[in-house]
Nanobody
Framework: QVELVESGGGLVQAGGSLRLSCTAS????????MGWFRQAPGKEREFVAA????????FYGDAVKGRFSISRDDAKSTAYLQMNSLKPEDTAIYYC????????????????WGQGTQVTVSS
């Protein structure tokens, strides 16, 4: 079992930055690939980014490439999502997810989920 807790969401103006954190407990963190997804009102949950167990491979959704960066700190059992050049269309609830396998880009590939953190970008 893995428990995930996100933090770092909030309200920011367009063009600003936020860093989300996802802290895991309950299993050896280094064995899990981590992902970030987001869901805006009335829309399906969307892949944002993923990172491999070793941290050497990262993947991004097309909407965030070049603006967002995923990383991990195994000593802190924490994954991060650095979000720069934020746009109003980035407004959503952001979810952290864990997978006991290689990183994936689909919701049903992940085994564990956090409760989500709200990110609101004002224009």
């Amino acid at each position: 079992q893995v428990e995930l807790v996100e933090s770092g969401g909030g309200l920011v103006q367009a063009g600003g930055s936020l860093r989300l954190s996802c802290t895991a407990s309950g299993r050896v963190f280094s064995n899990t690939a981590m992902g970030w997804f987001r869901q805006a009102p009335g829309k399906e949950r969307e892949f944002v980014a993923a990172i491999s167990q070793s941290g050497t491979r990262t993947f991004y959704g097309d909407a965030v490439k070049g603006r967002f960066s995923i990383s991990r700190d195994d000593a802190k059992s924490t994954a991060y999502l650095q979000m720069n050049s934020l746009k109003p269309e980035d407004t959503a609830i952001y979810y952290c997810a864990a997978r006991i396998d290689d990183p994936g880009g689909y919701v049903d590939e992940y085994d564990y989920w956090g409760q989500g953190t709200q990110v609101t970008v004002s224009s």
